[in-house]
């Protein structure tokens, strides 16, 4: 094929195939829920027979997944790169599936039980990768080796393995095992570590600071790990380097990506760009010139560029006048097949993707208890009378953990709590009082229970400990009403709230927020028996 001025339809084709576009796991564009990213089906259809080689999926059901991937198959010329950020089970993405607790809750396992968490992050990789393949996923998009050593982190947190270089890197190693022995990839993220960071790459470019000594201490452990189990791919991080790149993200440095991770850490797999519509690359750079800085870095495939065409188009202009080597494509093009070529039979899906196995329940199950700490009983309000469920949410319109059968709200009612839905600004119990944060007379009388859903999610901005929720606890303590306390998420919160509570008061903490969690806390509290032993928690 020839690299002329005008770039012909083979060298656009090839390029193609190193992109990754988002879509809906939903089979109809009116059900897309982030239509800014995903494709409508004709422009996503379109591309997939122009030659992109790979879709990153997000919502719908486990069923619904299984036919979707089957239909992007048929739209594709070739096989296709498959994948999803399924960091906590493919249930967190995909309803059906199993759901299962944050990676951090098997860090803090690690450091009183590390035998114990190292076969349930084997385990935990299994059950993802044999999940993911049942309903066409190739590629999972974990485990994340980020360090969280920083409390403060707003977007890893709980996503992380470990809060130390020893426990992320065996965790994430022992995920890895397990998830590529059920036949996908596996990408470690986010290099060269995004853990000790306390803004968002979302929203904005997050700084790490440190020496390279200091890299070498923490960051890179383990993604060094990750690589030594195998990993098949490797995801870039935006986030700025100075003590390695100071003029460029690390997802667009060639000293970052070919010198650190292909030459000094010896990483021959797939390297792929996080998406590159986030704030820290979008706000900086055009389309088409990040795909094109990526690629010279030395990224092998271009995750969710603001807008595919353009950047195929400017990836081949930067082939023709020189600016981009056609063998970095070709070599990029022959990792994306050799690692589509080493994965079983393409087309694998279940007959019947209604697939929570009973080990993988069980699993789930078991992951829960391990990582539960619950003590006291709550009691419930008096006969005749009521209580306030008190529910802090992330945001109201993002919480696939809480339908309106929810635990933390069904169980609560059947003991006499109603619920007070706290998201965002709306029904604000807030004072304005530093002293005495809650307007008491906003939640009306009776007791108060108080559960927390608090974690880094992307797009947040913070990890939740901006609230003054220690105030509003020491508040309700003195005015006699704190029936008990439960925290679903952030380990940090948990610790900082514990401390301040008398040893005889109710309180939980689970790092899941999913419903098994929610019911195990709160029969763990005394609440809820005959609604939890209907749904089968009997551990």
């Known amino acids: 094929m020839s690299d002329g001025a005008a770039p012909n339809a083979g060298l656009q084709r090839l390029i193609a195939e190193l992109l990754v576009v988002r879509a809906s796991g939903h089979l109809s564009d009116l059900q897309r829920r982030y239509p800014r990213w995903e494709l409508a089906n004709s422009e996503l259809r379109a591309l997939l027979e122009a030659g992109v080689g790979g879709v990153i999926l997000l919502g719908g059901s486990a ?14 010329g070739q096989p296709l790169l498959l994948c999803a950020d399924v960091e906590e089970g493919v249930g967190q993405r995909f309803d059906g599936a199993s ?22 992050a084997e385990r935990y990789g299994r059950c993802t990768g044999r999940e993911a393949g049942a309903l066409g996923l190739n590629w999972v998009l974990a485990p994340v080796c980020d360090v969280n050593n920083n409390p403060a982190n707003p977007v890893i947190n709980v996503r992380a393995w470990g809060e130390d270089p020893a426990t992320a890197g065996a965790l994430a190693a022992a995920f890895t095992q397990g998830l590529q022995a059920e036949g996908v990839l596996g990408c470690a993220k986010h290099f060269p570590g995004h853990g000790d960071t306390d803004c968002d790459s979302h929203l904005e470019l997050p700084v790490l600071p440190h020496s390279r000594a200091r890299l070498e201490a923490v960051e890179l452990p383990p993604f060094r790990d990750a690589i030594a189990a195998g990993v098949a791919a490797v995801m870039t991080a935006h986030l700025s380097l100075p003590a390695i790149d100071r003029d460029r993200p690390a997802t667009l440095s060639a000293a970052v990506l070919s010198g650190l991770l292909r030459e000094e850490l010896g990483f021959a797999g797939l390297v792929v760009t996080d998406a590159l519509v986030m704030e820290a690359i979008a706000g900086r750079y055009g389309a088409g010139e990040a795909a094109v800085l990526a690629l010279q870095a030395g990224a092998d495939l271009v995750l969710m560029p603001a807008d595919a065409r353009l950047a195929i188009t400017a990836i081949a202009a930067a082939v023709a006048d020189g600016r981009l080597d056609r063998g970095r494509l070709d070599a990029s093009v022959e990792r994306r097949r050799a690692a589509l070529a080493g994965l079983p039979q393409q087309g694998r899906t279940a007959a019947d993707p209604c697939l929570a196995a009973a080990a993988d329940t069980d699993l789930a199950k078991h992951l829960v208890t391990a990582t ?9 309000p008096p006969a005749g009378s ?8 992330d945001q109201a319109l993002q919480a696939p953990f809480l339908p309106a059968a929810a635990p933390a709200i069904t169980i609560a009612a059947e003991a006499g709590f109603r619920p007070c839905l706290l ?3 709306t029904c604000s119990p807030w004072s304005g009082d530093p002293q005495a944060p809650l307007a008491l007379e906003r939640l009306g009388e009776g007791p108060v229970l108080v559960q927390l859903f608090v974690r880094g999610n992307p797009f947040r901005g913070d990890a939740g400990g901006r609230e003054p929720w220690p105030a509003a606890l020491r508040q309700l303590l003195g005015a006699g009403r704190l029936a008990g306390v439960v925290v679903y998420g952030s380990p940090y919160l948990w610790d900082e709230l514990q401390e301040l509570l008398p040893a005889g008061l109710p309180a939980g903490h689970s790092p899941g927020q999913m419903p098994l969690a929610q019911q195990a806390v709160l029969l763990g509290l005394g609440l809820g028996t005959a609604c939890s032993a209907a749904a089968g928690f009997t551990d």
Not at 64 to 76: D, F, G, I, K, Y
Not at 386 to 393: D, M
């Open 63 to 76: 069923p619904e997944l299984a036919l979707r991937t089957r239909q992007l198959q048929s739209w594709a």
């Open 99 to 120: 759901w299962l607790v944050p990676p951090l809750a098997l860090g803090r396992l690690h450091g009183r039980a590390p035998g114990l968490a190292l076969e349930l």
């Open 372 to 380: 539960l700490d619950a003590r006291g009983r709550v009691q419930p």
């Open 386 to 393: 009521s209580g306030v469920n008190l529910i802090r949410l």
């Open 423 to 425: 998201a965002g600004d």
